[in-house]
């Protein structure tokens, strides 16, 4: 559905110098997945979704979405190949003067669909996205929640086949966001159109992606299925995704040693109990944990804190237990 070969961009300075914002950017998305692009400021993250919309074209390489090339389109072609990609923002952008209904049905009277089938959509898409009987409502009437529930709507108005969403949930607050989540995973479901999402929000990921890109200075530094990523332990994803439990306010005695601890399972599979009794037969204490559930893997992370004597060997049996163990510089 989404498939980038080779994208490079680059920017001219004064003085003839560049700035690289995507090198060699190689990415393929499939068709009904949630993919996520994280990243820290400077990543690459905006450069990447303005040409995805084709608000900017790569300096070399190919984006093709839905089939089409847009490195290549032009004119009324290119004006199709926009409409076939709905686009969230990280603040809904609403027009403030228009209802909810006008703001999710201005994307029809620009294309020039009839009223009455503009009426039918707007109504149908509110339903959708949860807001029905609240068409009349102008944005200023409206929380931040809903206001991105009609950004959504106005996104999803000429059935396209992509959604892309900038920070669709930044400027949220948790229970929102969670809300926000769970709808775009329903749009999904219902309407079988892709969803890339841009974030630097690593809990987006954890809740609705199943893959996910990490860029880094405008390189892909790892991309993968998330249940593939998590699987690694020495991923720069999966540090990511599951951080090593911070143990800073903890006092660890001299004699012990701290070890990061990390185990990946299926549910209905007693890997982490499996390793909790482990640790504990081998006189480990677990100083601090966390567990999480991404795709269909289950994730764990351990600080076990273990006599320093007997530390080597400790490593070596969980180890050989298939769990990935390091030792922690404090």
Same mark, same amino acid.
């Given at each position: 559905?989404?498939?980038?070969?080779?994208?490079?961009?680059?920017?001219?300075?004064?003085?003839?110098?560049?700035?690289?914002?995507?090198?060699?950017?190689?990415?393929?998305?499939?068709?009904?997945?949630?993919?996520?692009?994280?990243?820290?400021?400077?990543?690459?993250?905006?450069?990447?979704?303005?040409?995805?919309?084709?608000?900017?074209?790569?300096?070399?390489?190919?984006?093709?979405?839905?089939?089409?090339?847009?490195?290549?389109?032009?004119?009324?072609?290119?004006?199709?190949?926009?409409?076939?990609?709905?686009?969230?923002?990280?603040?809904?952008? %609403?027009?403030?003067?228009?209802? #909810?209904?006008?703001?999710?049905? &201005? =994307?029809?009277? !620009?294309? /020039?669909?009839? +009223? $009455?089938?503009?009426?039918?959509?707007?109504?149908?898409? %509110?339903?959708?996205?949860?807001? #029905?009987?609240?068409?009349?409502? &102008? =944005?200023?009437? !409206?929380? /931040?929640?809903? +206001? $991105?529930?009609?950004?959504?709507?106005?996104?999803?108005?000429?059935?396209?086949?992509?959604?892309?969403?900038?920070?669709?949930?930044?400027?949220?607050?948790?229970?929102?966001?969670?809300?926000?989540?769970?709808?775009?995973?329903?749009?999904?479901?219902?309407?079988?159109?892709?969803?890339?999402?841009?974030?630097?929000?690593?809990?987006?990921?954890?809740?609705?992606?199943?893959?996910?890109?990490?860029?880094?200075?405008?390189?892909?530094?790892?991309?993968?299925?998330?249940?593939?990523?998590?699987?690694?332990?020495?991923?720069?994803?999966?540090?990511?995704?599951?951080?090593?439990?911070?143990?800073?306010?903890?006092?660890?005695?001299?004699?012990?040693?701290?070890?990061?601890?990390?185990?990946?399972?299926?549910?209905?599979?007693?890997?982490?109990?499996?390793?909790?009794?482990?640790?504990?037969?081998?006189?480990?204490?677990?100083?601090?944990?966390?567990?999480?559930?991404?795709?269909?893997?289950?994730?764990?992370?351990?600080?076990?804190?273990?006599?320093?004597?007997?530390?080597?060997?400790?490593?070596?049996?969980?180890?050989?237990?298939?769990?990935?163990?390091?030792?922690?510089?404090?």
């Amino acid at each position: 559905m989404i498939d980038l070969r080779a994208v490079r961009k680059v920017y001219p300075v004064k003085g003839g110098a560049e700035v690289v914002a995507l090198d060699d950017v190689t990415l393929h998305v499939d068709k009904g997945a949630i993919h996520g692009i994280v990243g820290q400021s400077g990543a690459g993250k905006s450069t990447l979704i303005r040409c995805l919309t084709a608000l900017e074209r790569p300096t070399e390489g190919r984006i093709t979405v839905d089939g089409v090339d847009l490195s290549t389109v032009r004119g009324r072609e290119l004006l199709r190949a926009r409409r076939n990609i709905g686009m969230v923002f990280q603040a809904a952008n %609403l027009l403030e003067a228009r209802t #909810a209904a006008a703001n999710v049905g &201005y =994307p029809l009277k !620009l294309a /020039g669909v009839s +009223r $009455q089938e503009t009426e039918r959509r707007v109504e149908e898409l %509110l339903s959708l996205v949860g807001l #029905a009987g609240r068409g009349d409502s &102008y =944005p200023s009437q !409206l929380s /931040g929640g809903q +206001r $991105q529930r009609v950004g959504i709507a106005r996104a999803l108005a000429d059935t396209p086949a992509v959604l892309l969403c900038d920070e669709p949930t930044s400027a949220l607050d948790s229970e929102s966001t969670r809300q926000i989540l769970s709808l775009l995973r329903h749009v999904r479901d219902v309407a079988g159109v892709t969803v890339l999402i841009i974030t630097h929000e690593m809990s987006v990921v954890r809740e609705i992606c199943d893959s996910v890109t990490l860029l880094g200075h405008g390189r892909v530094i790892q991309s993968g299925k998330v249940d593939d990523v998590v699987t690694d332990p020495t991923s720069p994803l999966a540090r990511e995704l599951v951080p090593v439990p911070h143990v800073d306010d903890v006092h660890i005695p001299e004699a012990m040693t701290l070890l990061d601890v990390m185990f990946t399972s299926r549910p209905g599979v007693p890997t982490g109990a499996n390793v909790l009794r482990l640790a504990a037969s081998l006189g480990a204490d677990v100083t601090a944990g966390t567990f999480e559930s991404l795709a269909t893997s289950q994730v764990g992370r351990l600080a076990l804190s273990v006599p320093t004597i007997h530390k080597d060997q400790i490593i070596a049996q969980l180890k050989a237990n298939n769990v990935h163990v390091q030792e922690r510089n404090l």
